[in-house]
C-alpha cells in the first residue's frame, strides 16, 4: 500500500485499494491507522489518501468569516503554498469535532465550495457561530507567517476564549 500511494501523483480512493487488495474499504481504513501509528506520513483528502509531502511545518489558525467569505479564505491559504489539513470546531459540551480537508489547491478547493453548495452538507463553522480552526501545513515558518499576516490583513483571524484549550490535539 506504502508503494502505490508514494508512486501516486494524486490521491487514491479507499475504494480502489481495497479492490486493489481484495479486502474491504474498512480493513483499508484500520491499515491506513496502523501506518499512522508508525508514524508514516498519510494524509487523507475528500479523494482518496496520499502521502505526505515531508512537509514539517504546521500552524492551527482561528477564523471566523461569513458563507460568502469562505472560498477566499481557502484560496488564501493554497495562494501562499499552504495546505489545509483539516477544519475543527471546539464545542463546549461534544468538545473538538474535526473533519479532514487536504486541501492544497485553488481546484480542491473549488470541489469543496460545490459540494457544500450542493447541500450535501454545512461547514462545521455554523456549529459554533462561525468560529472554527483549520490545522494548515506549509514548507516553512515564513509562508505560515505570511498566512497570518494576510488573514489579519483580512479580518479573519479570531482570538482564543478562556474555555479554549491551547494544545487541541493532547487528550
Not at 100 to 116: Q, T
Not at 117 to 123: A, F, H, T, V
Request: charged share 30%; proline share 1%; aromatic share 8%.
Amino acid at each position: 500500500m506504502l508503494e502505490i500511494l508514494a508512486n501516486a501523483r494524486q490521491p487514491v480512493s479507499g475504494t480502489a485499494l481495497a479492490k486493489t487488495f481484495a479486502v474491504s474499504r474498512q480493513v483499508i481504513v484500520q491499515d491506513i491507522a496502523l501506518l499512522r501509528a508508525q508514524k508514516r506520513e498519510i494524509v487523507s483528502t475528500c479523494r482518496g489518501y496520499m502521502m505526505g509531502s515531508g512537509i514539517s511545518c504546521q500552524r492551527i489558525f482561528k477564523v471566523k468569516h461569513s458563507d460568502d467569505e469562505m472560498e477566499e479564505e481557502l484560496n488564501l491559504y493554497v495562494d501562499f503554498g499552504g495546505m489545509v489539513v483539516d477544519e475543527f470546531v471546539y464545542h463546549k459540551i461534544y468538545n473538538v469535532i474535526r473533519v479532514e480537508m487536504g486541501l492544497k489547491s485553488r481546484r480542491d478547493v473549488k470541489e469543496y465550495i460545490e459540494k457544500l453548495e450542493s447541500g450535501i452538507s454545512k461547514s462545521l463553522k455554523d456549529v459554533t457561530s462561525g468560529f472554527h480552526y483549520h490545522t494548515v501545513t506549509a514548507e516553512s515558518d515564513e509562508i505560515l507567517d505570511q498566512i497570518q499576516e494576510e488573514l489579519q490583513k483580512r479580518g479573519f483571524l479570531a482570538e482564543l476564549r478562556d474555555y479554549e484549550p491551547i494544545d487541541f490535539w493532547k487528550e
